[in-house]
Nanobody, 125 residues
Framework: VQLVESGGGVVPPGGSLILSCTTS????????MTWLRHHPRMGIEWLSS????????AYTDSVKGRFTITSDNANSVVFLQMNDLRPDDTAVYSC???????????????????WGQGTQVTVSS
């Protein structure tokens, strides 16, 4: 299993980014997917999950209304559209594949079987 994130960068407050997680090594359309981030001081935070069909999503409260998770089952890619970015959104963003025993919304790091290396997002003026 491989998960490769891309799309990070430096943006000013209020800006937008779209992150991509390109996957391989498993049957993408049978697995939910998750986005998380690693804060320098706050540690790991679950952000969002999407189910295998791509028709059910969940978000943590801090990003609800600003971030949108989507998936492209044909190309095995999961996206995270991030709008209205704030300085405290600065973190390394990773995608993860939950294990088969994980339950919705797959928000526990202990149930993430595979993680990508992450992509840095910096929100600064």
């Amino acid at each position: 299993v491989q998960l490769v994130e891309s799309g990070g960068g430096v943006v000013p407050p209020g800006g937008s980014l779209i992150l991509s997680c390109t996957t391989s090594g498993f049957t993408f359309n049978t697995s939910p997917m998750t986005w998380l981030r690693h804060h320098p001081r706050m540690g790991i935070e679950w952000l969002s999950s999407i189910n295998s069909a791509g028709d059910d999503v969940a978000y943590t409260d801090s990003v609800k209304g600003r971030f949108t998770i989507t998936s492209d089952n044909a190309n095995s890619v999961v996206f995270l559209q991030m709008n209205d970015l704030r300085p405290d959104d600065t973190a390394v963003y990773s995608c993860a594949k939950p294990n088969t025993r994980s339950t919705w919304p797959h928000s526990s790091e202990y149930t993430w079987a595979y993680w990508g290396q992450g992509t840095q997002v910096t929100v600064s003026s």
